[in-house]
């Protein structure tokens, strides 16, 4: 029997990696950020590690660290719902 994976919509799927190179990059909640230096942190963490890498970056963050990793995570989240917000572009993310 085969077993089909649920594909996520291209919007949602975007979302998600961006939320996970944020998550991989160099900014912190302390840096006061505009929208260009999330987008260059994104841009960044993505040439630098491939979207294979930050996922792993998370998944060993979550590892070591679950209760940072999962604040960072919240964190990434809601400044990717802010920028898309902000541009008027819509996230895939569920109302």
Same mark, same amino acid.
């Given at each position: 029997m085969h077993v089909r994976t649920p594909r996520l919509p291209m919007q949602q799927a975007l979302s998600h990696a961006r939320c996970e190179a944020l998550f991989a990059s160099a900014?912190?909640?302390?840096?006061?950020?505009t929208a260009d230096m999330i987008a260059t942190a994104i841009r960044s963490a993505?040439?630098?590690?491939?979207p294979h890498g930050c996922t792993e970056i998370m998944a060993q963050e979550f590892g070591d660290h679950p209760d940072a990793a999962a604040w960072r995570m919240r964190? *990434?989240?809601?400044? @990717?719902?802010s920028a898309? *917000?902000?541009t008027? @572009?819509?996230?895939?993310e569920p109302s």
């Open positions: 900014l912190q909640p302390s840096d006061t950020l993505m040439q630098r590690f491939g964190w *990434a989240h809601r400044l @990717i719902a898309t *917000a902000a008027g @572009i819509s996230s895939g």
